[in-house]
């Protein structure tokens, strides 16, 4: 599913050079629910930008669901990412003049994959299936931070992707909601979807078949105590 060897990013802030990713190895077969933990800053996020065709290392190379993304043009990238991966970002970043319907459905659109009529309808069953049936005709200004989170998932999932990309979903969240979009993520990943997860919660660690952690820009495998 996911093959990434020798990454290096380098990034500048003004002189001093900052080195997030410094000849990092990462390999995830297709059903794998990985977490990626680690200290602020340690990369985390660049890695799964990286991963998600979002941003170019600076050396190294990265194969995901069997292509090469580094050779691949922006369009295409951009092709592949829309049709294969789904990305729950730290923040929601829903369009505020959209319904939350209205918000999931647009992937499905952009994508080209189905008609209007489909993506509503697809984007209806995917809000009611993370306990927002109710809600589809609110905007996002009219949704707590738990439903917003949720709202998201339902648009990463709208494309039927094969790889879930998520960076931090559960932060800011109540235990209870957490523990729900958690366990969404757990019926995703039994149906087949792979996931990679950023987190700074090691209880949430039990929901994961393997943990990583993000140290001195490489990444260290994390025993799991059952
Ligand atoms: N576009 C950029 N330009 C310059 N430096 C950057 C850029 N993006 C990230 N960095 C730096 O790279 C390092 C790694 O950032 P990254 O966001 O990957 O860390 P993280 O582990 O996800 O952190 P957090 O847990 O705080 O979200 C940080 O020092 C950050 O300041």
Redesign the pocket.
């Known amino acids: 599913m996911i093959e990434a060897r020798g990454l290096v990013?380098t990034?500048?802030?003004g002189e001093r050079e900052?080195?997030?990713?410094n000849g990092t190895d990462f390999v995830c077969s297709a059903g794998e629910f990985v977490l990626i933990v680690?200290?602020?800053?340690?990369?985390?996020?660049?890695?799964?930008?990286v991963i998600g065709g979002l941003?170019r290392p600076t050396t190294g190379s990265v194969q995901v669901v069997g292509k090469d993304i580094l050779a691949l043009s922006d369009a295409e990238c951009a092709a592949l990412r829309s049709r294969n991966i789904g990305f729950v970002f730290?923040f929601p970043g829903l369009l505020s003049t959209l319904s939350a319907r209205e918000n999931v459905a647009l992937s499905g659109e952009i994508a080209g994959t189905t008609g209007k009529h489909a993506s509503n309808e697809r984007a209806s069953n995917l809000l009611a299936r993370v306990g927002l049936g109710e809600k589809a005709d609110s905007p996002p200004s009219h949704l707590s931070g738990g439903e917003l989170k949720r709202t998201a998932i339902a648009r990463a999932l709208m494309n039927h992707p094969s790889l879930l990309l998520a960076?931090?979903p559960t932060a800011d969240l109540d235990g209870d909601t957490e523990r729900e979009v958690m366990e969404l993520f757990r019926e995703i990943n039994r149906e087949g979807t792979t996931i990679i997860m950023?987190t700074?919660n090691m209880d949430i660690a039990s929901y994961a078949s393997r943990v990583v952690r993000?140290e001195k820009g490489k990444l260290v495998p994390v025993e799991l105590v059952k």
């Open positions: 990013k990034y500048y802030d900052i080195r997030p990713l680690g200290r602020s800053g340690s990369g985390k996020t660049t890695l799964l930008n941003t730290q960076d931090e950023v700074h993000m």
